[in-house]
């Protein structure tokens, strides 16, 4: 490690609290799939800030839409209207063409400043929409094992891994966590205690795990059957990532509330939920807010993200790097199949699953895919998570697939 390295992390290590696992780089500025550490050395970014720079970083027109609202008007609070919120909500909503039936209108949106935030006030959505719109005593929120919800205390008492909750105890009431992928167990334990269920289509933190699309489609008739809410999680898997706006249109789901976050301002701190306008009812004035939740500065930088995502069809670009990606890292697989064990996941969202003869070796895989200059994540302890920024090239994954391909052949 460099001098400059060694420093950073020395100050970091004495001021910063040690929450974060940090990997071995400092990192200094960034453009498109590029990023530069202190002593300049480039590194092809196959992580794109946990699915957060979709649109690779420094983008020079986001770049401009800050700047530019930064020189108008940064801050006023949510007591007053504000024209790039409104334009940010319209623009969101065209995204999500989810009429509830009623009125024909597709939703409303709530604007927080993070995924944690966003799934908070999810749950918050659906006690009140019950109690104050239906007058019914429901409260629980039906989660599954392996999930990933978020770090305040109502959202890691959602998700389904207890590392997240260690030493956190007592957790909020109100939550039933049931195995993933069984809908018999999901059945059993709704109630008339019920008010909804929040999952993930992909789980990201749990390994990149895809669920088959019928039992998809079995959670929300469940749902539609018991009167219950289907809230999706679309933190990491929206805008664009699995080669959809959202991955829950690749079934033809209706959720009744979708939180988001991550990619939505390409870097800055902003998240948000989707509802329906009937569910939406559920918050009035007064009944949830925040401080900073759609401020002029990220809405702006959001409305120009969704802009470039639309204008550039990145959608459709992200099936189509997926399919090429999940076809290098599946002849990989074939070619090493003591070393992959399996290849998985939808558009640029992709988990490549270690093997049995890599057992006890995944970290420094991990570490020597670092040190060659790619940066990517191992979760769960054997899954290479790879969510690189949508404007990727072909010749960037095939130069990753054969670094790989290298790398596992020494282990």
Known sequence: MSEKFEALKDRTMKSVMNTYGRYPLALDRGKACTLFDLDGREYLDLLAGIAVANLGHSHPEVTAAIAKQAGELVHVSNLFFQEPQVDLAEALLATWPQADGQSGRTGRVFFCNSGAEANEAAIKLARRYMHVVRGEERHEV???????????????????????????????????????????????????????????????????????????????????????????????????????WWAHQHYGLTPDVVSVAKALANGLPMGAIMATEAVSAGFQPGSHATTFGGGPVVAAAATKTLEIMTRDRLAERAARMGDFAMALFEDLAAAMPGKIAQVRGLGLMIGVELGQDVSGKEQKVWEELIRLGFILNLTQGNVLRLLPPLVIEQKDLERFARALGDVLGNV
Not at 143 to 155: C, E, I, K, Y
Not at 163 to 189: I, M, Q, R, Y
Not at 210 to 216: G, I, W
Not at 217 to 240: H, N, P, S, W, Y
């Open 142 to 244: 039906i989660t599954l094992t392996n999930s990933f919800h978020g770090r305040t205390l109502a959202t890691l008492t959602a998700t389904g891994q207890d590392k997240v909750k260690e030493g956190f105890h007592p957790l909020p009431e109100g939550f039933v966590t049931v195995p993933s992928g069984d809908l018999e167990a999901l059945k059993a334990a709704m109630t008339g205690k019920t008010a909804a269920v929040l999952l993930e289509i992909i789980q990201g933190e749990g390994g990149v795990k895809p669920f088959p699309e019928e039992y998809l489609k079995g959670v929300q008739a469940l749902c539609r059957e018991q009167g219950v809410l289907f809230m999706v999680d679309e933190i990491q898997t929206g805008l664009c990532r699995t080669g959809k």
